[in-house]
DNA sequence: CTTTATAATTGATATAATTCACTTTTTGAA
DNA sequence: TTCAAAAAGTGAATTATATCAATTATAAAG
């Protein structure tokens, strides 16, 4: 059975879909007019909260992590963002400076897009605003719900609720059977759910006996998502 | 001193000018064209989450709260809106649904403008579809804000910068000097910082003792706002 | 392959927050 | 003004989570 079902995934990952996709062929070259693309090594930072919004970038390939750090160094990770997605334009719209910080958390194929690339595109590409209007609408839904989530639910629950939306997250299409292996480290685990690294170290160990998943090394295996979305504990 | 200067209001709250504020005539027309005002009475719901988002309302005079309640009955506060401000377009804009729930906290007139008529003003006006880009832009940077501070402050803190950001959202222009008197019931305050009631019933205890604040029934002044944001502690 | 820095794990303890059961106060309707 | 319902307030017990201080395992670089 898929899990689609009764998990709504899209209540807590953003529309999956590339923003990008099927633009008319006009406005995606209007857009990349000047892009430039690079490889960035896992562990670089893309950009910085506050620093200048030079331009957006669009993951051709790889994973990222948006995260907000407070003053006693506190990471809080907002979203696992990956390829086929669009990173920094929150900060060119509303203002001058990035929003949150981002970093890499593999090797990635990213491609920076110049802040005037980018507007003019708005600007001249219906469809393109369209979509961005679209996409913020469904980033609200998925940060409110977060927001649900982190103030009712207990550190289990959110960790449980975590990993299978990172599983359906990273899952390649096709391969329905395959066990998929989340290659995540448990400081940044903890970071997304909101809790400390060891109560996440605890939970995952318990997660173990009770036969839910298998850990090697820093890999994670999921062995049973049923039980985790039993436990996450949501209609 | 004002506490604009040390306490960064924009980014716990929305930028309160209203979105409608000197849109040019040709399209205010084209948006109120069918619209409908209302008087609300408090308590009242002016939609549900998931329901079919028929369209959107603008707070001429009022409160309400933004909230999505989970399974269990908890509910969550999403944000406190307020005259001139814009609800329900996150629906619209991201398929057919509201996203959230919203509730009237006291007698409001709200106008009702028909989905229809909204979009018809999106298609047509580029600085009303900008402007909405930039709201939801800055909407991310609140949403984001308050989910690093639920994720890594204590209740008493939360309460204390929630306390400050109410001040300074409900505070007239021009009453400077006066007490600002906030009426909010203990229930609502405690969604919205994302704790039990009771925990807030205390918490308030102890900053009466401490003379930050003073209570009388339901209504809350508070005498020392540095203390809050001392207690907030966030530069 | 070996080394060394980094990350993961474990246990013990302290603290924060929740929950439950109850009393008191306040509010709004009659 | 009275009265009932709703909201606020209090105390005690329980549970969840954070924190600190180590040890062990792992991965990345040379």
């Known amino acids: ?14 529309k999956s879909e590339s923003i990008l996709i099927d633009l ?16 960035y090594k896992k562990n670089e930072i893309l950009f910085r909260e506050g620093a200048y919004a030079s331009g957006i970038f669009y993951i051709v390939k ?32 509303s203002g001058d400076q990035y929003l949150d910080s981002v970093g890499v958390m593999e090797d990635s194929r990213i491609v920076f897009i110049p802040k005037d690339d980018f507007m003019r595109t708005l600007e001249h590409s219906s469809i ?21 989530v982190l103030a009712h639910k207990t550190v289990r629950e959110r ?22 292996v989340l290659n995540i480290s448990r400081e940044d685990l903890a970071n997304l759910v909101g809790t400390a690294r060891e109560n996440v170290v605890r939970i995952l160990t318990e997660f173990k006996e009770d036969n839910i998943l298998e850990t090697k090394g820093r890999k994670i295996t999921i062995k049973d998502v049923n039980k985790l979305v039993q436990i996450a504990n949501f209609k």
Chains 1, 2 share one sequence.
């Open 128 to 148: 393109f605003s369209n979509r961005l209007l679209k996409t913020l609408s469904h980033e609200y839904t998925v940060l409110t719900n977060s927001l649900t």
């Open 62 to 93: 790889g994973k990222v992590k948006k995260y907000k750090a407070d003053e006693e160094g506190n990471e809080q990770i907002i979203y696992l963002a990956h390829t086929g997605q669009l990173i920094g334009y929150h900060g060119i719209l």
């Open 24 to 39: 008319p062929a006009e406005d995606f070259d209007l857009l990349m007019a000047h892009s430039n693309e690079k490889l």
């Open 1 to 14: 059975m898929s899990i689609k079902g009764i998990f709504p995934i899209d209540k807590w990952d953003f």
């Open 159 to 180: 960790l449980a609720l975590q990993l299978v939306v990172i599983r359906e997250k990273y899952k390649e299409k096709g391969a329905e059977g395959m066990p998929i």
